[in-house]
């Protein structure tokens, strides 16, 4: 049986995708798997491709995922899409077995560490200093040249040139509102080193951090955690 689309309103009433926009719903009556395809706007901007990301509301029948995928992908394809994005649970191999049967590829595993944010702790043996915006303007492409370790660098579909003007993006965003906290460590009055974070409703999150290659071994790296973790004493419970 072909793969049925469904308008936006339809789909997420019949199977709900919490918190998320469905530009394009398919649901396969015969398996009853059920996907939901939204565009990535901000990878698709920067990279000059449209990418949706796909998520899998009911999976049906795990067997006969891996067909029904592969007709998702064709019909993506005529709607524009040019890449398929899916994050799944490490653990779920019948799933990511059905993935690679359709094509998919692995890129990147995320491993999310968490610990409990004290109500007072000390701010690290490096001072922090929120990074102005003429400091992040004149160690921007320091920053940007760091290893991320993101998915960005492991696909071998992206442009260079591209993900580095999507970084720069990243940045600036970070800095104009998108983070919460956008620290910098300064050693001998030189940046060192920046961090990152977002506020969530129940915890705070590292989203990046990096430290510049000729102050690595220094204790850098530690100083920015333990500077994160002081300015969410009392704010947090804890971070990831």
Not at 83 to 104: C, D, I, K, V
Not at 132 to 147: A, G, T
Request: proline share 6%.
């Amino acid at each position: 049986m072909p793969v049925l689309e469904l308008e936006s309103g339809e789909f997420l009433q019949r199977f709900g995708v919490p918190g998320e926009t469905v530009e394009l719903g398919l649901f396969e009556e015969a398996q009853g798997c059920a996907i939901a395809i939204s565009e990535e706007p901000f990878d698709s901007k920067h990279l000059g491709l449209r990418i949706g990301r796909m998520r899998i509301a009911r999976i049906g029948d795990p067997a006969q995922l891996g067909r029904v995928l592969m007709e998702v992908g064709s019909v993506a394809r005529k709607r524009g899409y040019v890449q398929l994005l899916s994050r799944q649970e490490a653990g779920n191999l019948p799933l990511t077995w059905a993935l690679e049967e359709a094509g998919f590829r692995l890129m990147d595993v995320g491993v999310t560490f968490e610990r409990p944010v004290p109500s007072s702790s000390p701010p690290g043996s490096i001072s922090l200093r929120p990074c102005s915006r003429e400091e992040l303007k004149s160690s921007m492409e320091e920053f940007v040249h760091l290893e991320w370790n993101s998915r960005y660098d492991r696909d071998p579909f992206y442009d260079r040139a591209r993900i580095d003007d999507l970084r720069r993006q990243w940045l600036w965003n970070s800095h104009d509102g998108r983070a919460d906290r956008f620290l910098t460590a300064a050693v001998e009055g030189r940046t060192a080193g920046f961090i990152t974070c977002l506020l969530r409703p129940d915890h705070a999150e590292i989203d990046l951090i990096g430290t510049l290659p000729g102050f690595r071994q220094k204790g850098v790296g530690r100083s920015l955690v333990e500077g994160a973790l002081h300015a969410y004493g009392g704010r947090s419970p804890r971070m990831t």
